[in-house]
């Protein structure tokens, strides 16, 4: 019985959490479609909130520097913290359109999907794909998360990480790791060792180890530092993209990612 009433109470935590989120959200959005500042009975009106609930969520997002308050009139602007986001999202969104017509190109010559994809904590996050033409075919959505350890595009920026930024990701060596496939990798050890030959290689695979059936080949793109931001890669089903045919591709998406890489520094997009 205590263990249900603390469940229940649990579940409704979250739902005040998440109600809060979202109340937050309008209010940034409020704020965002107004050049003027705005005050908190104002917010208050418009967003149909408490005036005690506005003041909380403003005091929060105050803290954060997502908002900030003129000291004369008390009024509400968006904080330099939210510029900051915008300017990943401009950046992100530049960087997808530089990087298309090198997947266009790449699409023609395999006739497979192409991604481009970012690295977030210990998963790769598709920004942008070209679908392959061909009946049977690997789908891939845009904003699909996939766990990196065990993806050719994953392993490739990984493999350029510093090594406090990996330990930071994934601790110590004995750590296991989730196995869709019996062919993942499936311990820190082991990926260090996989990732140290992509490092050398320049390139990494992944032969049917996040799904039975699909294999991919993938490349990292690497700032002036050589630490890798983002990462391109070619997936297919092993039937047809086999290892003679990601043998065969391989020096292609090395040079594609290098082509890549050197305009994204020479526009200062690193």
Do not use: W
Not at 119 to 144: F, H, M, N, Q, W
């Amino acid at each position: 019985m205590e263990r249900v009433l603390r469940n229940m109470e649990n579940k409704k935590i979250e739902k005040e959490e998440i109600k809060s989120i979202r109340k937050s959200l309008d209010l940034l959005e409020l704020l965002s479609d107004n050049i003027k500042e705005i005050g908190i009975t104002e917010i208050s009106k418009e967003l149909h909130m408490g005036i005690s609930t506005v003041y909380r969520i403003l005091t929060t997002l105050k803290r954060r520097c997502y908002v900030i308050q003129n000291q004369h009139t008390l009024k509400y602007t968006l904080g330099i913290q939210s510029f900051i986001l915008g300017s990943k999202v401009q950046s992100a969104t530049n960087l997808v359109n530089l990087v298309t017509p090198f997947l266009q190109k790449l699409s023609k010559k395999t006739n497979e999907s192409i991604n481009f994809s970012i690295l977030e904590d210990r998963e790769v996050v598709c920004l942008s794909k070209i679908e392959s033409p061909e009946v049977l075919k690997t789908d891939i959505k845009i904003g699909a998360r996939l766990p990196a350890h065990c993806t050719a595009v994953g392993k490739g920026l990984l493999a350029f990480l510093s090594e406090q930024k990996f330990t930071m990701l994934y601790g110590k060596d004995n750590i296991k790791l989730h196995t869709p496939t019996p062919n993942s990798i499936s311990s820190v050890m082991e990926l260090k060792k996989c990732l140290k030959k992509i490092k050398k290689d320049g390139y990494a695979t992944d032969k049917e180890e996040f799904k039975t059936g699909i294999n991919c080949l993938g490349v990292p793109i690497l700032n002036n530092e050589g630490k890798s931001i983002a990462g391109i890669s070619v997936t297919g089903p092993s039937s047809r993209f086999n290892l003679s045919e990601i043998k065969k591709l391989k020096n292609t998406l090395i040079n594609i990612s290098r082509d890549v890489s050197h305009q994204l520094n020479m526009e200062n997009m690193l």
